[in-house]
Structures are given as structure tokens and as C-alpha cells.
Antibody, heavy 124, light 108 residues
């Protein structure tokens, strides 16, 4: 079955760029959307953005100016870059697969496979 | 932007109780609504998609209903393993996703 694993530095300095990679195993990255979600300590979930395997993207409007998500199909990986980070970007970052289905009259989406999450702390 | 509210923010119930959580959207989202369970220290887990469809392998005591702006998530008989925070999530046709603020469920 498909598994996701986040990787990247656990500590990032303020004003620098946070970079994370999600490796997909047990299945192909093709034909799906792939998403990043984060959760600050003690708070709720925030959707960051997604990338389709072909490379098209969509981002949370509140983060759009600082976010880039990319995909490497040859490595079965997709990545997140978040620039100009501050302490407010400290969070557990999750990657997830977005399943797209046809409900009979419209497209539906849900996040059906998640990574375990990786903690990123922004501090000098 | 579509805003999501959930109520209550937390609840405490006894084993075997029926538990109901509501999620309200700031505008009509049809049935573009999913429900997730998150246990402490774990990643979220999909329970319900398309407002009322039970994900494969999820116990039948979990259910969802609603459309438009008002949605309900129900645990018909609360079990000790159901201690978690539950999130609704809406999406639009782009899709852009928004999570609700969450409802923390404890055992009384």
C-alpha cells in the first residue's frame, strides 16, 4: 500500500527558506494530486497547497506569496519550499495524497493517505 | 473565502453515548465536505468523504450527513478508542481546501 515519508531539516532560522520532501513508496506518484498540510503546536490543521503529478499547483491564498511546491516523478517525490519563515511557521508538516473521484455530477476530493509528519522549528 | 465553524469545540461523553458534531460553512458548498479523526501525536485519518460516504475500513458507528451549509458528524456509540480531535474539511472546484477548527472528544 502507498506510504508517504516527510524529510528535511528540523530547525530553520528566521528569514530563511524551509525545505521539505515527501517520498512516495508502494505506488506511483502519477495520476494523483499531492498536498502539504501543517499544524502549529496545539492548534488546528492548515492546508498549504497541492501539486498534480503533471506539475500544476494551487496554494492557500494566505501563504501563496511564500510557497512553492514541486514534483520529481523520476524519484517519486514532491517538495515544499516556504520562504521568509518566522516563528509562526513552526509546526508539524504533513504530506498527503489527494484522491480525486467522480461523484456522478461533479469531482470530489479527499486526503486518503498521510505521512507521519515532521516537526519544523523556526528559531535562531 | 469560505469559512468553516465547528461546534462544540470540545465535549466529554460516556462510553456508549451518541456524539454529534456540527460543521457550518459560510456559503453553500454542496456536499464538498470531508471528516477526519486525529489522535494525539498522529496524522489525521479520513473517516467520511462527500459529506456522508464512509471510507473503507472505518467502523459503521461513524456517520455523516448534510449538504449546503450545515453538516453533522455522528458517533452512534462512543468507544474509548474514539478519543481524538475531529476536523471537517471543505473544498471548492479548484480545489482549495479549508479545515474547520476541530472538536476535541474526551471520555467522561
Amino acid at each position: 500500500q502507498v506510504q508517504l515519508q516527510e524529510s528535511g531539516p528540523g530547525l530553520v532560522k528566521p528569514s530563511e527558506t524551509l525545505s521539505l520532501t515527501c517520498t512516495v513508496s508502494g505506488g506511483s506518484i502519477s495520476s494523483y494530486y499531492w498536498s502539504w498540510i501543517r499544524q502549529p503546536p496545539g492548534k488546528g490543521l492548515e492546508w498549504i497547497g497541492y501539486i498534480y503529478y503533471s506539475g500544476s499547483t494551487n496554494y492557500n491564498p494566505s501563504l501563496k506569496s511564500r510557497v512553492t511546491i514541486s514534483v520529481d516523478t523520476s524519484k517519486n517525490q514532491f517538495s515544499l519550499k516556504l520562504s521568509s519563515v518566522t516563528a509562526a511557521d513552526t509546526a508539524v508538516y504533513y504530506c498527503a495524497r489527494v484522491f480525486n473521484f467522480w461523484s456522478g455530477y461533479s469531482s470530489g476530493y479527499y486526503m486518503d493517505v498521510w505521512g507521519k509528519g515532521t516537526t519544523v522549528t523556526v528559531s535562531s | 473565502d469560505i469559512q468553516m465553524t465547528q461546534s462544540p469545540s470540545s465535549l466529554s461523553a460516556s462510553v456508549g453515548d451518541r456524539v454529534t458534531i456540527t460543521c457550518q460553512a459560510s456559503q453553500d458548498i454542496s456536499n464538498y465536505l470531508n471528516w477526519y479523526q486525529q489522535k494525539p501525536g498522529k496524522a489525521p485519518k479520513l473517516l467520511i468523504y462527500d459529506a456522508s460516504n464512509l471510507e473503507t475500513g472505518v467502523p459503521s458507528r461513524f456517520s455523516g450527513s448534510g449538504s449546503g451549509t450545515d453538516f453533522t458528524f455522528t458517533i452512534s456509540s462512543l468507544q474509548p478508542e474514539d478519543i481524538a480531535t475531529y476536523y471537517c474539511q471543505q473544498y471548492d472546484n479548484l480545489p482549495i481546501f479549508t479545515f474547520g477548527p476541530g472538536t476535541k472528544v474526551d471520555i467522561k
